[in-house]
């Protein structure tokens, strides 16, 4: 692990970047997003993730959510 910055738990990450515990676990199960190694911290394994981690996280979030939807309905 890097020396850049406090790690994140993947709890943190998604709250870092504004959006769901289970939406982030599911980007990793789709392998849209790389998850770090598991560390066992404290007895428990834990995936800690880093500020270089985050930026990949917020570029995923963008391709997700920055799509040009389809457009309102103009006022009446």
Do not use: F
Not at 53 to 61: A, G, I, P, S
């Amino acid at each position: 692990m890097s020396d850049m910055g406090k790690p994140y738990t993947t709890r943190q990450a998604a709250k870092g970047v504004r959006i769901a515990l289970v939406t982030l676990q599911r980007w990793i199960a789709d392998r849209k997003v790389r998850a770090p190694r598991l560390v066992v911290r404290h007895g428990r394994a834990v995936r800690l993730w880093t500020e270089k981690d985050m930026n990949q996280l917020r570029r995923v979030k963008k391709q997700v959510y920055g799509k040009v939807g389809r457009p309102r309905k103009p006022k009446a």
